[in-house]
């Protein structure tokens, strides 16, 4: 019992609530996009994040909120979210949740194997292994003829591709930020460059009609980077990773009961590998963590 009292629980807790909050996002984002246009969507997602951060982390760091070390990198770090974000927004037109979660789930893996070519990081054969496992996941859940195969699958590769640089950049950065203050500056360069952009598309009538979805999609982005942010603050990664994972659950039931969307058998097995090839890399983490202890 006492464990569930822990830094370590709670760390759990908070990183499911991540989770949620971002399939939760996905979901909201599919149909919001339907309504408004999706560049405005896109930045008033950052400009919401830049406000509340500020709004609640100045009354406490005070100018020490706008202090970094890393300014360059910080700018780098965000235009790298806003393109992960981007791709999501976009893709999800085309792509159902459940599937589109699954492939961009490949993100943490492709951190790792970027991360042994750019910081000559020693990657295990086993790692090796459990990457080409969540290979072959995609495949089975884009193959031809499958239900998302088409053009619309270079919007998740994309994703993935700039989400795990953005990881490999946050790991970079962890020792030398304050947290809030990187989630700060994820938020106003994101609304920064998306500022001269969205004009181009800016619809009065739909913010006015619509302003509850801008409130809610900026809302679940912020809160589940909170969430993130709380989470690895009392627990290690090692601890928190495979309950990442449960992303995909959430996004798959989710697309079932708001778009009456079920992946097809093949589909469920690639997501089935996917999600294990994801946990497996997870725990061969802990694995090593704990030898390195010894």
Known sequence: MSFWKSRQAGGIFLIILAALSF???????????????????LWFRYAFQAVVTFALRFPVQKARLFVTPNPRFQMLRGV???????????????????????????????????????????????????????????????RPGGQVFGWAVLFPVVLVTAYAWFQVLTSRLSGDENP????????????????????????????????????????????????????????????????????IAFA???GWLVFRHVPDGLAWAGIAVIAASGVGNAMLSAREAAGLRQ
Not at 98 to 116: D, K, N, Q, V, W
Request: with cysteine; charged share 5%; proline share 4%.
């Open 23 to 41: 399939a939760s996002l996905d979901t909201v984002t599919k149909h919001a996009i339907q309504l408004v246009p999706v560049l405005m969507l």
């Open 80 to 142: 790298l979210l806003l393109i992960t974000s981007a791709c999501s927004f976009f893709g999800l037109q085309y792509l159902p949740v459940g599937e589109f979660t699954a492939m961009a789930m490949l993100s943490p893996m492709a951190a790792i194997a970027m991360a042994a070519w750019s910081l000559k990081n020693h990657v295990s054969p086993r790692r090796w292994v459990l990457m080409g496992l969540g290979l072959l996941g995609v495949l089975l859940v884009v």
């Open 180 to 247: 809030y203050t990187t989630h700060f500056y994820t938020g106003l360069v994101g609304a920064l460059v998306m500022t001269p952009i969205m004009l181009f598309s800016w619809d009065s009538a739909a913010l006015l009609n619509y302003w509850y979805w801008f409130v809610v999609v900026g809302f679940l982005g912020t809160f589940g980077h909170l969430m993130l942010i709380r989470a690895f603050n009392r627990a290690n990664a090692v601890v928190l990773t495979p309950y990442l994972y449960l992303q």
């Open 252 to 254: 798959t039931v989710l």
